[in-house]
């Protein structure tokens, strides 16, 4: 088992930067991967950010590429998105992720890919 805590969203100006994290406890040396994803009113969830362990390599959606950053801090157990300018669009609850070893794999875009999921942080960007 897999627990994920992440930060307190909140409120942003349209333009302006939030940090969130997620935090990852319990059996983690079998985690591989971590995502972030995000479900806006009345929307699928989709994919936001995804990073492996092995090698750091980091993947973005779309809509978020060159706005949005994934890193983390292997000490802490710890992921976080760094997202920059800010659109009302991005106003969704966001959810990380964590994929671990399963007998399979999935794309790191897909929901499939994962198996653990934080409780979901509201993030509101406000114009």
């Known amino acids: 088992q897999v627990q994920l805590v992440e930060s307190r969203g909140g409120v942003v100006q349209a333009g302006g930067s939030l940090r969130l994290s997620c935090a990852a406890s319990?059996?983690?040396?079998?985690?591989?991967?971590m995502g972030w994803f995000r479900q806006g009113p009345g929307k699928e969830r989709e994919f936001v950010a995804g990073?492996?362990?092995?090698?750091?390599?980091?993947y973005y959606g779309d809509s978020v590429k060159g706005r949005f950053s994934i890193s983390r801090d292997n000490a802490k157990n710890t992921v976080y998105l760094q997202m920059n300018s800010l659109k009302a669009e991005d106003t969704a609850v966001y959810y990380c992720?964590?994929?671990?070893?399963?007998?399979?794999?999935?794309?790191?875009?897909?929901?499939?890919?994962?198996?653990?999921w934080g409780q979901g942080t509201q993030v509101t960007v406000s114009s």
């Open positions: 319990g059996h983690t040396f079998s985690v591989y991967a």
């Open positions: 990073i492996y362990y092995n090698n750091d390599s980091s």
């Open positions: 992720a964590a994929a671990v070893e399963k007998g399979y794999s999935a794309s790191i875009y897909s929901l499939h890919e994962y198996s653990y």
